[in-house]
């Protein structure tokens, strides 16, 4: 007997948000860190693996972490790590998770607040990356930084995993991958953006009729499909412009008929975002 194809719900999408996780050495005796505002598309990320931390984030309310958990916190966002007690961190893993891709946009505004993930109620996955972590950074031993940056990746996709089971909000890209025929849609317009995607197609995606999977999708994912694939297709093309590819190619790379049905995006999205500004 065959086994049924498991739908991997992830692959397609970081090949889009193209992570790259760099880990960062903290001096010894450290009681805090702290980062100002970027504009990088990037995450930082903390694994707080012994006692008790405080985020800080100005004109917010404090919030204490116990550990173990993994913190989250998006470029754009000032905020501070210290321990609570005042003495140095035990155990603590600071990383950068640089998004280098073109769909890193629809992956950030998954986290427009601060996430705070505790682990002793995660999966045995992401908890064995964890007790890894731990031993390396209580006991360093020869190859640390090589493991650490390793470990550091395994621990960000463990996360995405993480979160894909259990969403924290009520509607996001995190609820559409974490249903099952919604899920399928998705991961369709993730792995080839470029196709002639209709909504009766991707419906077929999903095994859904055309109407029930259009207001499935818009509560769950909080956007119309022709909307999201939209959007996905214009983070594509403004990457591959910025990166001088020119626009016949980026038109195909994306999915548009033409350059010139391109430039018209380009330029509505760009009058759509001074009138926000």
Known sequence: MTSPIRLDRLSALLEGVAPRVTVLQTEIGTSSVTFGPSSRQL????????????LSIPHATC?????????????????SLATVSGGPFEGLLCAKAFLDGPVAPLLLR?????????????????NHVMHLIEAELLEPRCGQPALLERAGEILFIGLLRHLVAHPRASSGLFNGLEDPRIARALVAMHTAPQENWTLDKLAGEAGMSRTSFAVKFRAIVNYPPGKYLTQLRLSIALRAVQSGLGLKRAARDSGY?????????????????????
């Open 257 to 277: 008929a033409s350059p010139t049905t391109l430039s018209r995006a380009l330029s509505r999205e760009a009058r759509s975002h001074a009138i926000e500004e």
């Open 43 to 54: 995450l930082h990320l903390y694994l707080v693996a012994q006692g008790q931390a405080s």
């Open 63 to 79: 919030l204490t972490i116990n550990a173990p958990a993994i913190v989250v916190c998006r470029a754009d966002t000032a905020h």
């Open 110 to 126: 998954e986290f427009t607040q601060p996430l705070v993930v505790a682990l002793d109620q995660a999966g045995a996955s992401l």
